[in-house]
């Protein structure tokens, strides 16, 4: 990869040196509170508002399941296993990474925080998969880690990933935070565990000016620069919509190389923006771009698409 993860032996020496962070991790706690209280006021007078407060509660739950199980210290994390080698290559990656039984407690919890609060619709969903075997549990999550989207119904998939998002974000935090950034290309997926970005935030404060993307898995931010596409690289056809204004907070990025686009969230437009939530707050804005002929390169965690069920 071209952000790589520094063991603890290289840290002191990467801290004498400024430089822009090549990763920024997440702070959990934060992080859920934030985004369920950004749900709720995106879902004011807007069309998805009853969906947008469907993606509040998840996140509440989140936040919720987090405080009361919380995952123990993974022995496979500790600094005599995490060589340099493995930390170079993207040491949480889905498909390297044997997940733990946990995160199968965390669903479970999930579902128990949200069934009160569920009406029908969701009710259903949240039955069968309280009937559902750990085996098809499983199997749904190794499809879901592996894009397999057609494999997994959308109801579903929201209540699995939300999950699994949880595990894999408490193991971001048993990993060392420090990095370097070695080159400027093949960022087009988390230098972390190898999941697609949401979509790409202009920061303010400290790291004014920078672009980062956000994982959809693990919920970490890795910096790629502003003027290349996303997702292959390029850097001669890109052009930027918005359905307000020029000076909208969210824009969607195509590239007519590769006929993708992503969206861009710009902090100093709306200090207040948030990944997952104006992600999916500007659907209308997805529709207009695959009217295009554009293609969405990225993934959010309530916006999975049809299977074929």
Known sequence: MSIR?????????????????????????????????RFTTLAKAHPLADYLMFASLVSEAQLVVLKNYPIPVDSRLNEHNLTAELLATQPLHFKNWQRDPIWLTLLTALLNEIKPKANDTILTTIEWLEKASTAELNQLADHLLAQEFSQVSSDKAVFIWAALSLYWLQLVQQIPHSSHKESSENLHVCPVCGSAPVASVIHFGSEQGLRYLHCALCESEWNVVRSKCTNCDQTGKLDYWSLDSEVAPVKAESCGDCHSYLKVLYQERDPKVEAIADDLATLFLDVEMEEKGLQRSGLNPFLFPNSEE
Do not use: D, G, V, W
């Open 5 to 37: 993860i520094l063991p603890e032996s290289e840290i002191k020496q990467a801290a004498s040196s400024f430089s822009a962070p090549a990763l920024l991790f997440a702070n959990p706690k934060n992080l859920y509170q934030r985004r369920a209280e």
